[in-house]
Each structure stands twice: as structure tokens, then as C-alpha cells.
């Protein structure tokens, strides 16, 4: 290796192309036996066991072999999705709506690194003047390198348009409440990318809300609801033909004390069961704070709403900020509305933002 | 679909139209705060909320293509009058003028047989309630490590059900006499009949683990790898792993498994302070290899429980990826030393020999592993000229895996019965 741990001794501890230890021995009863100095960001030092190495103090050092560019600590933070860096709304500002030139992002990586920034900050970025067609989407996802996508029930790429004997509840015209998609799974998607083919019927605008603004709004107001909201588990089912597809998670989930994850899906919550996991009186708590929670996210005026345009498309933090649709009417003189989804888990958008080039 | 949509409005104005006083009965009565039903206590809201009418429910979606508890509605919605009452359901009339009917049974809120016993018998063998699961002591090691017959496996959907609940059980399942020419794909979809299955992750959908010079991960060097789980660095570690052996003709590098679930159980009996320990406070995980464009991090507690039953839920647990660094950053040192100590005690007790299942895998055996419950590792091997080791992994949603032991069959009947009520 021609990496710094060369010019200090050797790397018989550091995978120089791995970037891994490369034993995990039992160092229990080990010892520092003799430190001999700083130089640049590593402190050498000897162990009673007979090796001698180096230890790093600071980002820099503890990133590797060789001297390798940190990413910048707010970038960091939203990757881990820290409130801190978060910006929750709860009206559609500007910043909110700000809309990204897909050019501009796909042709510049820190240009792309930049709208990312601001749907992790946001939990919701647009993109306008996309590829139109068909499959189009998957693409724009090579171009922006943020893959690989997601497989699950839907398909790699699900195309939401209007059947006659919906399958699901989102192949029909009907007016969609603001929802999170697929909270049945274990591991329910972090985010998603809604690709708009075609938009050219009467109605069907877009709308989305931000969840953890509400349930901010909760625990500063009303704490007791707020606890419900993140203790309670609620069971969800979905099951169509040939699926069946179940699991029981709190409306709220939480790292540390931040906000983290939500799924809040009306449509498949499982009452059936929800009745057989816990009594009467908690249940109504726990309705009582669901409606709070509900009444807030169905209010215009903390929703963004636009009717999306043939090539635009919108990054959504699917743990976070809920979407939803008018209703649309079909069987006119023509036109569709033919809209594509891909879903993306966090960890490969965070390494899009976060990778060195 | 209005025209049969009317139709069953119809039928449901029938079964009311015979009942007009409110029937009360030991099977269903309304009440102040809603309605007893077969001895349940439900509120109003949710017996609007079940709703199990063509209207309320798609017949296709088996989901709610409207939403009667919208903020909107939401608490003013009452039950106001029960009619007939049939083995299955129960028709009800609400206050915002909705007549429908809701279901008494599993068979009839999830459909007819045999979907509707299936949900009633394995619910906690899907949710992996420690109930159901059979940790590992030494007394079963047979039945833990039994090999299946793949042809048989695949023979019917009811064989294969039993080996995926065999899996869940023992967070391990193995797989023999596969043939050959098959690829990962050919055996989880087509031959588990697991579709949409395969998660592709930083390797890829495959990932062939065999030695290369200059390794970018420790997994394609030829050194021993201690036991851990996969993925640690990921925000959300996959769940199912599966490894496929394709060739395996070096010296060394037998594989092995330890259930972790058992350590964590005997730790709790005995030491249950270091486990709170474990499951209290994250660490930060980290993959970067250079010149890779790959930058994964992430915290996870190394222990997680069941927010709602206190089951064994996940160990996340990946030594060489762990970013002591960092973790030398984010938390006071009373802290580390406390974490330290519950993770070493941990970890011998996962290093100890008597609890690891230990085998040299061959060519066309195949490996079905809870990536949240058991570790697998290898030791070390020697490599020369001329031999291979190679393994084929995946992963995959649970979801997924539930889902194959739940769904009925393609062309089983699984729409409601409500034309019977």
C-alpha cells in the first residue's frame, strides 16, 4: 500500500483496499505499553502484546489509509436523519417547493449532492424537466447514480394509472388521503422517486404533508397523544391476490429523542386484529390521538399541493412526509395519468450524498 | 361494478328491513361506547372502520378505497343498529346513513379457507415471537441442522412450507442435492416460489464471495471471519440471507453458525444488566473501501427488542465494520467502558464452541439464514493454484418470506363471502 500506514510501518492491522480491520481478535486484557508521538493525525504507539501501530485522532485519520476527504458534517447529520438539521414545515414555503433542473443535477455531482441535501432537510425535493416516457424513471436513476432501487411487491418500477378493477386502491380515480406507502413491511420503504409520464385528465392533483411537523405539534401540546402515537402498535394488512403481507409497528417510531420513522397508511390498517391486541380504553386513547394526528395532516393549509406536470418528479422521504391525490376523472374525451414509482432504501441514498468521487 | 355494487346494497337494505328495532342478543348489541360482539368490545369508530361492504372494501385490493375515518368523520360515526347476524359477519347501520356488515371471524374479515386458517395458526411463527422459535441448546442439533431434500422441498407448495417455517423456527435451514445448473433466482423464485424476492444491495443482487487479491472486503480475503451478521452498515440489514455454495474444493474455510438468540436469552437470566446494556446504547457502523464510491454509516444498538411482547427481536453484530472511532466521539467514556464490557462478555459467549454448528459446505448445498438472528462465519482457509471456494449470497425482505407461507395458491378463491350473509 502506498497509503499513509506505508509510510508508518505497514498495515498488518487495516485492510488497505477494504478499509476493515483485518483481525478481531479478543483484545480484552491489552494494554498501551509505550506511546511514542503525534505526527499529522496519528499517534503511534506500542501494546503490550508486542505490536506496535497507529492510532488516528481525528476524522481524517479514522477514515482509512491515507489521507481521504471527511464529508462535511451536515451532510452527515441529514444521512442520519437528525432533527437537528432537519427543517420540519408546516406551510409550503418557498424553500418547501423549490424545484431542481434535472440537467443541473444529472450533468454535476455536487449539483446533485445539493438537491439531495435539501430532500433529506426537507423530506421532499423536486425535479422538473425529466424524461417523459415510459420507464424513464429507472434511467434517470442510473444517470443520478443513486441505486441500486428496490424490489417488492410492486415491482422494480410501479406504474400507477387508472384500472377497472384496482388491485390496489391507487389504480382507481378515488381521492387518496395523505398516506405513507407500505407500512406492512418490516422494512417499510425510506424513500421513493414519483415520476409523472402523463397528467392530462380533469383533477388528480398531488398533495403531501409533513408528518414529523405534526407530531412535533403533538408532543409540545398535547404529550399524552404523543406518547399513544409512538407506544401503541398498530397492525397493518395487505392482501391482495397471492400476497399476504402483515406486521404491527407504532404510528411514531424514535432514535434516541429524535423523531425517526412514521407509517400512517388509513387504508390497510387492520382493525381485525388491532382488536385483539389490546382493550377498549386504550384503543380509544389511541383513536383519540390518531384523529389529532389526522385532522393536522388533513389540513390545506399545512399541504403542499400541485398538480405534477409530464416530467416532473418527486423525491419523498416515504418515514416522514405523507402524499395523497385528488380524485380524477376518467372515461372523457382522452388523456391519462399514467405516474411512476421506484422505491430507494435510505442507505443508498445516503452513500449518493456521501460518496466521494 | 355499480350494477353489482347496487345489487349488494339491495340484499344489505334486506337484511335490515326485516329488523328495524335494534336486536340485542349475546352475540351482538350495541353500546354506549359501541358494540359487544361475541364478547369483544369494539368502539364505534372501528366498527365503521370494518366495514367489509364492496363499497367500503375492494374486492380486488382487499383494502378501503374510501376512507370512513377521515379526520372528518372521525369521532362523530356511530353503530346505530345491528340486523342480521350469520355465522361469518354482522350487518350494521351507522349514523352517516352507510349500511354494511362487519366480520364476527377470521375467515370472514380475511376470506375463505384456507387462508383464513392459516392466519389463525402461524400469525406468530410470521412475526417470529420467540414462542415459536426453538433456540438452540445441544440437545437438537440434529433437528437444527437437518439437511432437506430439495427435490422434495419444491414438490409442493405444502412441502415448502414446511421447510420455511422449519427456518423460521431455527433461523437456519439447509438445502441439498440442488442441481447444479441452477442460479440464485432459479431457487428463490421459481423453486421457493418467492417472487420479487431478491434485494440487491452494495453487492449487487449476487454476490459471489471467493478470494480476490486485494480484497475490498474482509468476506473475499482468505482469513478466518469470526461469526456476525451481514450488513450492519446498512440503515435498514437485510433480513433472509441465503448462501449458495457453488464450489468449494480448498483447504480450510469450513463454515459455521451460532444462535445468537440462545446467547442473549442466557444472558438475560443471568446477566441482564449487560444486556440492557447492548440494546440501550448504538454504535455507529461504517463501510467505506476506497476508490469505491461506496460510503455506508449507520447507529444501531446491537440488541433489539420487541417493543410490544419484549421478544428477542435483532442482533445486529459486525466486528470489522464497527467505527470505534466514532463511537469514541459520540459517547463519555463511562459509557464505553460500560458497552465494552456487556459486548465482550457477549462475544465470548458467541465465540464459544459448544453452541456453534460447524460444516465444510459443498458444492450445490444451499444455506437459508435469519441475518437477524444467527452469525455465520468461516475459518480461515488456504488458497492455491487451481482450487476454488465459492459462494453465491443474497438477501431478502421477510416480508417476502411471510408472505410465501401466508398467500393462498394462484387461482385459490380469496374474495369475501359476504353474498352468503
Not at chain 1, 328 to 337: C, E, K, L, Q, T
Request: with cysteine.
Amino acid at each position: 500500500s502506498s497509503g499513509i500506514n506505508a509510510e508508518y510501518g505497514g498495515s498488518d492491522c487495516f485492510g488497505g483496499t477494504s478499509n476493515q480491520p483485518l483481525h478481531t481478535n479478543d483484545y480484552t486484557n491489552i494494554k498501551i505499553s509505550h506511546v511514542e508521538g503525534i505526527k499529522d493525525h496519528f499517534l503511534s504507539v506500542s501494546w503490550d502484546d508486542g505490536h506496535s501501530g497507529i492510532v488516528p485522532i481525528s476524522e481524517t485519520g479514522a477514515y482509512g489509509n491515507g489521507y481521504k476527504r471527511t464529508p462535511s458534517s451536515r451532510y452527515y447529520d441529514l444521512s442520519l436523519r437528525k432533527n437537528a438539521v432537519q427543517t420540519f414545515w408546516d406551510t409550503p414555503t418557498n424553500e418547501v417547493i423549490k424545484r431542481f433542473e434535472y440537467s443541473d443535477v444529472a450533468d454535476d455531482s455536487d449539483k446533485l449532492k445539493e438537491f439531495l441535501a435539501h430532500f433529506m432537510q426537507y423530506g421532499l425535493a423536486f425535479l422538473f424537466n425529466t424524461p417523459q416516457e415510459p420507464d424513464d424513471l429507472l434511467k434517470i436513476l442510473y444517470n443520478l447514480k443513486i441505486t441500486p432501487y428496490w424490489d417488492n411487491m410492486f415491482g422494480i418500477l410501479s406504474k400507477v394509472s387508472f384500472q377497472r378493477d384496482p388491485t390496489n386502491q391507487a389504480f382507481n380515480n378515488q381521492r387518496l388521503a395523505a398516506h405513507t406507502d407500505m407500512p406492512y413491511y418490516t422494512q417499510t420503504p425510506s424513500a421513493y422517486f414519483f415520476h409523472c409520464v402523463a397528467n392530462e385528465l380533469d383533477g388528480g392533483e398531488s398533495f403531501w404533508s409533513d408528518t414529523f411537523s405534526a407530531v412535533k405539534h403533538i408532543r409540545d401540546t398535547e404529550p399524552d397523544k404523543y406518547d399513544l402515537l409512538t407506544t401503541i402498535l398498530v397492525p397493518f394488512r395487505q392482501y391482495p391476490k397471492e400476497w399476504h403481507m402483515a406486521g404491527r409497528y407504532p404510528t411514531v417510531e424514535l432514535m434516541g429523542d429524535d423523531i425517526y420513522r412514521v407509517r400512517d397508511c388509513c387504508f390497510v390498517i387492520d382493525t381485525y386484529q388491532f382488536l385483539r391486541d389490546y382493550d377498549a380504553e386504550t384503543r380509544e386513547r389511541w383513536w383519540q390521538a390518531y384523529r389529532t394526528l389526522r385532522l393536522l395532516m388533513e389540513d390545506p393549509a399545512r399541504t403542499v399541493q400541485q398538480k405534477l406536470g409530464a416530467g416532473d418528479l418527486v423525491l419523498i422521504d416515504n418515514w416522514r412526509v405523507q402524499h395523497g391525490r385528488n380524485a380524477f376523472s376518467v372515461g372523457g374525451a382522452g388523456g391519462r395519468r399514467a405516474m411512476e414509482v421506484a422505491y430507494i432504501e435510505w442507505s443508498h441514498v445516503q452513500n449518493r450524498l456521501l460518496k466521494m468521487e | 361494478m355499480l350494477g353489482r355494487l347496487g345489487a349488494s346494497l339491495n340484499a344489505l337494505s334486506t337484511r335490515f328491513s326485516k329488523n328495524l328495532q335494534v336486536r340485542t342478543n349475546s352475540t351482538a348489541q350495541l353500546t354506549e361506547s359501541g358494540m359487544l360482539l361475541d364478547g369483544r368490545q369494539l368502539l364505534h369508530v372501528e366498527t365503521r372502520n370494518m366495514c367489509r361492504c364492496e363499497k367500503c372494501l375492494g374486492k380486488h385490493s382487499h383494502t378501503r378505497p374510501n376512507l370512513p375515518f377521515q379526520g372528518s368523520n372521525f369521532p362523530d360515526v356511530r353503530a346505530e343498529e345491528i340486523g342480521r347476524v350469520s355465522d361469518n359477519f354482522v350487518s350494521v347501520r351507522w349514523s352517516d346513513g352507510h349500511e354494511g356488515l362487519i366480520a364476527r371471524t377470521f375467515r370472514g374479515d380475511y376470506g375463505p379457507e384456507p387462508l383464513a386458517s392459516r392466519v389463525e395458526n402461524l400469525t406468530d411463527i410470521i412475526r417470529r415471537r420467540n414462542s415459536e422459535q426453538i433456540f438452540w441448546t445441544g440437545s437438537n442439533p440434529e433437528e437444527q441442522t437437518k439437511f432437506w431434500d430439495w427435490n422434495w422441498v419444491v414438490e409442493s407448495s405444502d412441502n415448502t412450507r414446511e421447510f420455511l417455517i422449519h427456518y423460521i423456527r431455527y433461523g437456519i435451514g439447509f438445502l441439498t442435492n440442488i442441481p447444479l445448473h441452477l442460479q440464485m433466482r432459479d431457487i428463490v423464485h421459481d423453486g421457493l416460489g418467492i417472487v420479487r424476492a431478491i434485494r440487491k444491495t452494495v453487492f449487487a443482487e449476487v454476490d459471489l464471495v471467493r478470494f480476490q487479491n486485494n480484497p475490498t472486503n474482509a468476506g473475499y480475503g482468505t482469513g478466518g471471519l469470526p461469526g456476525h451478521t451481514d450488513l450492519a452498515y446498512y440503515n435498514q440489514t437485510p433480513h433472509v440471507q441465503f448462501f449458495h455454495c457453488l464450489e468449494n474444493t480448498v483447504d480450510g474455510g469450513e463454515s459455521f453458525w451460532v444462535d445468537a438468540f440462545s446467547v442473549i436469552r442466557e444472558m438475560q437470566e443471568t446477566v441482564p444488566e449487560l444486556v440492557e446494556r447492548l440494546s440501550d446504547i448504538p454504535i455507529t457502523f461504517r463501510y467505506t473501501p476506497p476508490g469505491t464510491g461506496v460510503f455506508h454509516l449507520t447507529n444501531h444498538p446491537v440488541v433489539q427488542f420487541d417493543k410490544l411482547n419484549g421478544d428477542i427481536h435483532q442482533v445486529i453484530d459486525h466486528p470489522w465494520s464497527m467505527d470505534t472511532a466514532m463511537f469514541a466521539r459520540t459517547h463519555p467514556l463511562e459509557t464505553r467502558i460500560k458497552w465494552w464490557e456487556a459486548y465482550l462478555h457477549y462475544r465470548s459467549l458467541i465465540e464459544d464452541g459448544s453452541r456453534t454448528y460447524t460444516r465444510f459446505l459443498r458444492g450445490g448445498e444451499f444455506v437459508v439464514l435469519d441475518n437477524w438472528r444467527v452469525y455465520h462465519g468461516r475459518k480461515e482457509f488456504t488458497w492455491k493454484e487451481g482450487q476454488e471456494r465459492v459462494v453465491a449470497t443474497s438477501y431478502m425482505d421477510w416480508n417476502h418470506m411471510a408472505s410465501r407461507i401466508m398467500s393462498t395458491e394462484v387461482g385459490d378463491h380469496v374474495f369475501l363471502e359476504i353474498d352468503q350473509h
